[in-house]
């Protein structure tokens, strides 16, 4: 019997170490993982110590770099093609796995990782074009001779790292989910800037606001959706003369986009349940000009909001050679500063939010979807096939549909992914020209000058963004953008007839005649995503831009400031007050009928009403207005808005709702047609208080501190692999909101804070919330987290030498 038990033992010891050792479709084998030789507990690291030598292949010259007490690479190269490699192996030493993992997102790829459950999110990915147009700005990148050495020089330095890692050395990522890096490519620097497009420049309401169109008609949809809004304080200030002559504005077609009766039905039904781009995403940045310096000199700020997440979005680096002095944040995959100084300029972004994602629909000549008619005539559809891997599954072949307008995304009887994406529509897309933005941010680096800042923006593409700048020249200036395709007034707000080449895209807007201001009488610049322009400006970029009150009260508060420093623009990043209720609850509080209120409701009344407007993270008045106020949108909207899948519109603004309080109280908008009696806004308004105050105690109990602004809003800093808590920051009790100029919310938020005073000698001070390094078990994950929350910056480093001592300098590498 000891025998038999001795050789079951065995033979289950076996079976247990074989299965633990396999992967079991897409699970990953767990014996690796939990290994003492090459699992999780060689990912610890302590704080880093002591100088490296290291021998590396591809360096020309010896490469010096000076690391400081957050962990920031002081790179200095004798030449630009070692200063690229360098960055390379740093960026990709400490994110490599951050890097893969957004762009095998991007390229559609994270089946190869997961399994079949990514396979719908790489498919719409693949089908929106997104490896394509990697495809095509590579190629554009490789035509000049300066970006190609760059990528070049950043691919060698990122693979040097991974040549010489082992599987206990992997990051823990990869041992989770069970996989190994592979070579890293220049396509994949390109999918990662395809990736921030996405982010930021793929947000359409064309199918939605084609659907209000097809139910309310012209009128009503133009009285409900107007193309500017009624309260709106623009980044370019109003007044700014046009110093150029515009090209033709193309004529509309006979219906302005707006006949919707020959649309395909299939094409306004079928939906998915996921919603269109996050309305949060956005971004502050300003600069003050000499006039209203402490200094004498300009000082510059930039907060870009994006979604929280660990590994951080972005990695400090400086970068020297004889050619260069730059310091700031970079992405993780891509070369150079994006956001960032020099001893003669700073600059910053947000995000401009302009129309470039268009939806046309295609009339195939037969079932075989070998032609589509344009213009007159049949032209052939060119056929791209995306294989994708899928782990533990046999690989999927899916076939996309080009036409010159980009892919059909979707064809009739498919389903669709997100929500706002059209069934039988070919997409057409910035993100799909061809493009080199790698060399504006080259040039951007080395600018000294408001000239060189103006030569860098030519080669800007996409996404758009605002462009901030200061120069030591005392001067200040802002720019939204990017390439603007030529359009017709509202071209894109519906969607457009494949067929007709009057709503094809006419062209570019020529760079040069971009937004822009330079050292306005006011002595600021700024921008908080709001519309670009009044709309005095010859050209059309969007109908709809960010609400305006994070504008309003950057450029209300610069105003009034005067002898500005450092402190004070932090302060400024660090706003709470909630214009939005300073100007709603005048006009809401005097509808809400007091009588009827039950006592708690009485009590969640005075807390409003007491209520100083700031977004304090202890406070309950944010909590109670933000509640109320998406109640009563509810209840306003939705029975006229929220048709599900059958017809899904986008409901009016927020500004557009009160504008209507204010100008009719009588409005038939305001009537539930669900219910059998006609109500009135004050009973809509009582009815959606007591909701808010119902939620509110189910979820948080009586009226307390339970009810406070961070216990509600809970901002996370989630690591981006869903599920890893152990790897996230949770429960943040931090303030600000959508609308505020902190804009902290629940998930998204600044991801790097930035305050430059320029002068002799660049001082500079910043902070994201995350850490240098992408490794959870590493000391400089999140250490950075907890200077974020409570609104405070690190000093930024800015080094003239190799040869300087400093005490914030914890040790040298050395690349030989």
């Known amino acids: 019997m000891r025998y038999i038990v001795t050789v079951f033992t065995a033979l289950l010891t076996v079976a247990l170490i074989w299965a633990l050792n396999r992967s079991w479709g897409s699970i990953p084998a767990f014996g690796p993982l939990m290994s003492p ?35 920031v690479p002081h790179v200095f190269a004798r030449n630009d093609h070692d200063l690229y490699f360098a960055q390379g192996y ?32 790489d498919r719409f990915n693949r089908r929106m074009g997104m490896g394509y147009g990697a495809e095509q700005t590579l190629a554009e990148m490789e035509k000049n001779p300066q970006t190609r050495a760059m990528l070049d020089a950043y691919t060698a330095g990122v693979n040097a790292w991974i040549k010489q890692l082992k599987p206990a050395s992997y990051p823990i990522e990869y041992k989770l989910l069970g996989y190994a890096p592979e070579a890293w490519t220049s396509l994949k620097c390109a999918l990662l800037l395809k990736a921030m497009t996405s982010t930021l420049a793929s947000g359409a309401d064309d199918l939605l606001m084609t659907n209000v169109l097809r139910k309310y008609g012209p009128t009503v949809t133009a009285d409900l959706f107007p193309n500017y809004p009624a309260h709106e304080d623009p980044i370019i200030p109003v007044g700014t003369k046009w110093d150029f002559t515009p090209l033709p504005i193309p004529k509309a077609p006979a219906d302005s986009g707006q006949n919707v009766a020959n649309l395909p039905d299939f094409a306004l039904t079928q939906l998915f349940r996921h919603p269109r781009a996050n309305p949060a995403i956005g971004s502050n940045n300003w600069a003050v000009g000499p006039e209203k310096s402490a200094t004498g000199h300009p000082i510059l700020s930039n907060d870009p909001h994006l979604t929280l997440s660990l590994p951080s979005i972005w990695y400090q680096i400086q970068l020297v050679s004889p050619t260069v002095n730059v310091y700031g944040a970079s992405l993780p995959g891509s070369p150079n500063v994006i956001i960032g100084f020099n001893k003669d300029v700073a600059w910053g972004v947000t995000n401009v939010g302009s129309d470039v994602l268009d939806f046309y629909a295609i009339k195939f000549r037969d079932a075989s979807r070998k032609e589509y008619w344009h213009d007159n005539q049949w032209k052939p559809v060119r056929r791209r096939i995306e294989r994708i891997a899928v782990k533990g599954l046999p690989t999927v072949n899916d076939t996309v549909l080009y036409t010159h307008h980009g892919p059909v995304v979707y064809e009739a009887g498919q389903k669709a992914f997100k929500r706002n994406i059209p069934v039988g529509y070919a997409a057409q897309w910035i993100a799909h020209k061809p493009s080199n933005e790698l060399i504006c941010f080259y040039e951007l680096n080395r600018a000294r000058n408001f000239a060189d800042y103006r030569k860098a923006l030519t080669y800007y593409v996409a996404p758009a963004q605002n462009f901030i700048f200061a120069d030591n020249n005392n001067d200040i200036a802002i720019s939204p953008n990017g390439r603007f395709p030529l359009k017709w007034r509202q071209q894109g707000k519906f969607m457009l007839d494949g067929t007709n080449p009057a709503d094809d895209w006419h062209g570019y ?74 100007d709603a609850l005048p006009i809401l509080l005097p509808l809400l009928p007091e009588k009827g209120l039950t006592a708690s409701e009485q009590q969640a009344l005075q807390q409003l009403k007491s209520w100083k407007l700031n977004n304090d993270p202890g406070e309950v008045g944010p909590t109670i207005f933000t509640e109320w106020t998406a109640q009563l949108m509810h209840a306003i909207w939705a029975d006229d808005f929220n048709e599900g899948d059958t017809l899904p519109m986008r409901p009016p603004t927020f500004d557009r709702t009160l504008t209507l309080m204010k100008r009719d109280t009588g409005s038939r908008w305001f009537d539930n047609k669900k219910t059998p009696v006609r109500e009135h806004l004050p009973q809509i308004m009582q009815q959606s208080f007591r909701a808010t105050c119902d939620t509110l105690v189910r979820r948080y109990g009586s009226l307390g501190t339970g009810w406070s602004w961070a216990t509600y809003k809970s901002t996370d800093i989630r690591h981006l692999i869903p599920g890893l808590d152990a790897f996230s920051v949770l429960d943040l009790n931090v303030g600000g909101g959508a609308g505020i100029v902190n804009a902290t919310t629940e998930r998204t938020g600044p991801s790097w804070r930035m305050v430059v005073a320029l002068g002799p000698e660049p001082k500079a001070y910043g902070v994201y919330p995350g850490g240098q390094s992408g490794n959870p078990g590493s000391p400089y994950y999140v250490n950075m987290v907890e200077t974020w929350r409570q609104g405070k910056l690190n000093e930024l480093l800015y080094l003239t030498s190799s040869q300087v001592r400093h005490a914030r300098i914890t040790h040298r590498i050395t690349m030989n």
């Open 37 to 71: 030789f090459t699992g999780f507990w060689q990912n610890a690291e302590v704080t880093r110590s002591g100088d490296e030598e290291l021998t590396l292949s591809g360096t020309q010259e010896p490469v010096t770099v000076l690391v400081d007490d957050m962990a």
């Open 90 to 121: 740093l960026t990709a030493r400490d994110r490599l796995w951050q890097m893969e993992f957004q762009t095998h997102a991007a390229a559609g790829r994270l089946s190869e990782v997961v399994g079949s459950r990514a396979l719908e999110l």
């Open 509 to 582: 807007i020529p760079a040069e005649q971009n937004p822009l201001v330079k050292n306005p009488p006011r002595h600021f610049v700024s921008s908080a995503n709001q519309s670009s322009t009044d709309p005095t400006y010859p050209y059309y970029l969007n109908w709809i831009f960010a609400p305006y009150e994070r504008g309003q009260r950057i450029n209300d508060r610069l105003t009034q400031m005067q002898r500005v420093t450092v402190d004070s623009m932090r302060q400024l990043q660090n706003d709470v007050y909630n214009l939005r209720a300073a």
